[in-house]
Each structure stands twice: as structure tokens, then as C-alpha cells.
């Protein structure tokens, strides 16, 4: 019940089917107390905390490995180095279910869906390369970025991280976000051969 004040019903059974034994294990940590979220959304009194923020960091980076210091020394001369293109794409955020024309802000974490229907105000429609509201990207505004890529950049290296799926929290799953994703890619002439066109083809 708490829960479905703080965000909508259907974000928040999605949210809790996915990840109540994770939200269970945080709420077990002295700093993340349930007394302190009842307060932090305006649900319970809020009492007086004294909170030490350098204390928290460094309980946190305790176990972290003491990192070596850089065995690299950058040549002398750099006139006649061999030098790389590198295009580096990261937290593209792709929803494969964006849907052109639809409600870009609603009351959810995600927009730009069917389900959340078509409003009167044409400047709250979804566009149709994305929108600048709470939505992601569609899949056709990453295919031309791949396509910009392949062609006119031209890079040597690609370098593709994370985080790729969508903000929908609340329905994410393997099956739909990251195998769903990979296999439109894959789908896509421009996704398939890109790594072969960059690597063999440039000339």
C-alpha cells in the first residue's frame, strides 16, 4: 500500500515482483532504515539523523582494491604515431515499445507508449526520432545513429557499454529487454555488418 502512494499501482507491483528480495536486503542497511523512507516521502514525522557522508563513502569503499599506479609512460615523440578513430556509444536506453504520436508525460517512469493513450496537447505527442520528456529513444533514431557511424565517421574501433534497455523498471525482463533488443539489431542490415564494414570494408 505504502508503495502504491509513492508511485503508480501498476509501476509498483511490477517494481515488487522483480525486485522485493533486493528492496528487502537494503532495507536490512543501517543507513537505508524503513523509518527513514517513511520520512523521506513525507509519510511518517521526520526525526533529527546525523548523517556523516564521508563516514558512508568510505564504509562503502573499504573493500575496494588499492589500485596500482599507471605503468605507462607516453613516448617521447608522438610525431609519427599511429593514431585510431574510436567512437564510444553508451546508455542509449532503447524502447523497443515507443510509440510515435502518444502521451510523452505521464505519471509513470517511462512515456511515449500506446498505453498511455494520445493527449489533446499536440506539444505532449511522442515525436517521431524521440521527445525530450520522460521517454527513451525508439529504435529508428539508434539505426540511423548506427548508419551516421558506418558511413560518414568511419571509426576503427567501436566501442559499445552499457546501459541499453529501457526505463521501464517495472517490466523488465531478459526475454524483453536484452535478448528483444539484440535480436532487432541483428535484424537490422546496418547492425548486423557493422563490425565486418568497419574493420574489412574501410578504405
Given at each position: 500500500?505504502?508503495?502504491?502512494?509513492?508511485?503508480?499501482?501498476?509501476?509498483?507491483?511490477?517494481?515488487?515482483?522483480?525486485?522485493?528480495?533486493?528492496?528487502?536486503?537494503?532495507?536490512?542497511?543501517?543507513?537505508?532504515?524503513?523509518?527513514?523512507?517513511?520520512?523521506?516521502?513525507?509519510?511518517?514525522?521526520?526525526?533529527?539523523?546525523?548523517?556523516?557522508?564521508?563516514?558512508?563513502?568510505?564504509?562503502?569503499?573499504?573493500?575496494?582494491?588499492?589500485?596500482?599506479?599507471s605503468e605507462y609512460k607516453s613516448p617521447k615523440n608522438n610525431v609519427n604515431r599511429e593514431t585510431y578513430k574510436v567512437v564510444h556509444i553508451s546508455d542509449l536506453h532503447i524502447d523497443m515499445q515507443y510509440a510515435e504520436g502518444y502521451n510523452s508525460l505521464c505519471k509513470k517512469p517511462l512515456c511515449c507508449r500506446q498505453e498511455e493513450g494520445i493527449p489533446e496537447d499536440q506539444n505532449m505527442r511522442a515525436g517521431h526520432w524521440g521527445s525530450l520528456t520522460l521517454c527513451d529513444v525508439p529504435l529508428r533514431t539508434v539505426e540511423k545513429m548506427l548508419e551516421q557511424i558506418a558511413y560518414d565517421i568511419k571509426p576503427d574501433i567501436l566501442l559499445w557499454t552499457g546501459d541499453n534497455i529501457a526505463h521501464d523498471v517495472w517490466q523488465q525482463y531478459q526475454h524483453n529487454q536484452t535478448l528483444s533488443l539484440i535480436t532487432h539489431l541483428r535484424a537490422h542490415e546496418t547492425g548486423r555488418n557493422l563490425v565486418c564494414r568497419l574493420l574489412l570494408e574501410k578504405k
Open positions: 500500500n505504502v508503495c502504491r502512494i509513492i508511485v503508480n499501482p501498476l509501476v509498483c507491483e511490477g517494481i515488487l515482483d522483480d525486485y522485493f528480495y533486493i528492496l528487502m536486503q537494503s532495507l536490512t542497511i543501517k543507513n537505508l532504515r524503513p523509518k527513514d523512507i517513511c520520512a523521506h516521502y513525507f509519510l511518517c514525522p521526520r526525526d533529527k539523523i546525523e548523517f556523516d557522508i564521508e563516514k558512508f563513502a568510505q564504509d562503502i569503499l573499504k573493500d575496494k582494491p588499492k589500485q596500482k599506479p
